[in-house]
């Protein structure tokens, strides 16, 4: 296997970390490019790495930025934006990734590989889901002058996550009962690593796939059983008051305008769609997914924090030395 080099849009976050470290590890060089990259200490633990900083919506210093790199990988992606048109997910999803296109072809790249989402599609009820669409489109459009491959996740999750880690808190901070919208909203998490062995795989590959690889783990569930697993793993006991499609959509409205948005309209209608795999495209690469079960509950509850008292206790147990 020939080192490539990997040029990634999004690089500095849950994912890309991840990513990044396997890509390393593998011997292709690595480029991640941020506004400012000084504001992303966390990836000094990566000393090989090459981090830049550039203005990713400028497709003039992007192009310079992609000389000479084999791969772009787009894993740009925001889940709320600030407004509530959809012009922000254009911006971040559909517009970002024109420009990204129109960079990699000018600047020679070979393989242009996209993050998008299970349920992507530009007829989506959500603003998310119908940016992550038109993206595709786009990608797909300029298939005779780039090779691509895109990836359609389910919902992530891992340590660190945004994801179970959310349900975590709001399960610490709301006693008794969780008033839950969209409870049979069905959904097929998947370990963060195995998404990162897809991605890696993808840039080995000798030829770019063009094609589309849906990524889900081993079961689908529903909100609901998720978020029970979150409450038995962190010792949380609540009932989950699981709310009907119009209460969902009330609660939706109002949390439209708590800081943070921890649940949106936005978000509402993206739960209107099952994301769930119509292929298991970690088989077709040969990836056995880890399992929700088997992963999460060493990063949730207990044993994390007996895992995290025992670092600490040896630490002190050095200072002490």
Known sequence: MRPQSV????????????LCARLLRSGHRVTVLSRDRESHAHLRVLPELVVENCNVHD????????????????????LNERGFGGAGFRRAHTE???????AAISAGVGHFMQV??????????????????????????????????????????????AFLNRFAALLEKIPLVFPLAMPGARLQPVHVDDVATALALGVAASAPARRTFQLGGPRVYTLREILAFVAECTGHRRLIL??????????????????????????????????????????????????????????????????????????AGRRAG
């Not at 310079?64 to 740009?76: E, K, P, Q």
């Not at 349920?119 to 038109?134: N, V």
């Open 7 to 18: 040029c990634i849009l999004g690089g500095t976050g849950f994912l890309g970390t991840r």
């Open 242 to 315: 699981g709310l009907p499609r119009a209460a969902s959509r009330l609660q939706a409205l109002l949390m439209d305008f708590v800081p943070g948005r921890p649940f949106s309209s936005d978000n509402f209608r993206s739960l209107c769609v099952d994301s769930v795999c119509r292929e298991d495209g970690l088989a077709l690469l040969g990836i056995e997914p880890q399992s929700m079960e088997g992963a999460a509950c060493l990063y949730l509850g207990p044993a994390e924090d007996n895992a995290r008292l025992s670092r600490l206790r040896r630490l």
């Open 116 to 161: 998008s989402a299970l349920g992507a599609d530009e007829d989506a009820p959500s603003h998310y889901l119908r940016s992550k669409g038109a993206a595709e489109r786009l990608i797909r459009e300029h298939g005779t002058r780039i090779g691509w491959t895109i990836y359609q996740p389910s919902v992530i999750f891992g340590p660190g996550d």
């Open 96 to 102: 970002l990734t024109r420009g990204a296109l129109q």
């Open 59 to 78: 497709p003039a210093e992007l192009t310079a930025h992609l000389r000479g790199h084999d791969v772009l990988i787009n894993l740009v992606g925001i």
